[in-house]
């Protein structure tokens, strides 16, 4: 397990956040994945396209 959330573009779908917190966590990154769908769902889609997006951010600065 890391230190530090970093990306994980080798393991990642689209920017490699959910494959960079599931290292950062250590739980599954099919379970982050899962997370993420649901909170976008329930948000009405702004929250979770939100997050992701930060999260991808600020992993890359």
Do not use: H, P, Q
């Amino acid at each position: 397990m890391n230190n530090s959330f970093t990306l994980d573009r080798r393991n990642g779908k689209i920017m490699g956040v959910c494959a960079g917190l599931s290292n950062r966590t250590g739980l599954d990154v099919t379970l982050m994945r899962v997370a993420l769908v649901l909170l976008t769902l329930c948000a009405l889609g702004l929250v979770g396209v939100v997050a992701y997006l930060l999260a991808g951010w600020i992993a890359e600065g």
